[in-house]
Nanobody, 119 residues
Framework: QAQLVESGGGLVQPGGSLRLSCAASGIRFSIYTMGWYRQAPGKQRELVAAITSAGSTNYADSVKGRFTISRDNAKNTVYLQMNSLKPEDTAVYYC?????????????WGQGTRVTVSS
């Protein structure tokens, strides 16, 4: 059974850093595109960053130059390093896995981890 478990959220001051982790189990991790999304109160969920199985990355304009997504296929884990955090980065951050194993599209979500940027 597929499972994504996020960790690393918390309260941080503006300008600070956090690193989120998402540990995957029950999937062939290396073939999935992994992504981080976030949802702020009263707003729609939005893509923050994604990394393909080949290691290509893309970022939302609002986080370019501040956030870095990476993956460790040996540990079945994807990371989001967040630097120079701003109050507007406050949201619940969700891990996502999208893949097509055996020709069937699969899409999985984690339960989310809360990030609060405040002084």
């Amino acid at each position: 059974q597929a499972q994504l478990v996020e960790s690393g959220g918390g309260l941080v001051q503006p300008g600070g850093s956090l690193r989120l982790s998402c540990a995957a189990s029950g999937i062939r991790f290396s073939i999935y595109t992994m992504g981080w999304y976030r949802q702020a109160p009263g707003k729609q969920r939005e893509l923050v960053a994604a990394i393909t199985s080949a290691g290509s990355t893309n970022y939302a304009d609002s986080v370019k130059g501040r956030f870095t997504i990476s993956r460790d296929n040996a540990k079945n884990t994807v990371y989001l390093q967040m630097n120079s955090l701003k109050p507007e980065d406050t949201a619940v951050y969700y891990c996502n896995a999208v893949g097509v194993p055996m020709g069937v599209r699969r899409n999985y979500w984690g339960q989310g981890t809360r990030v609060t940027v405040s002084s």
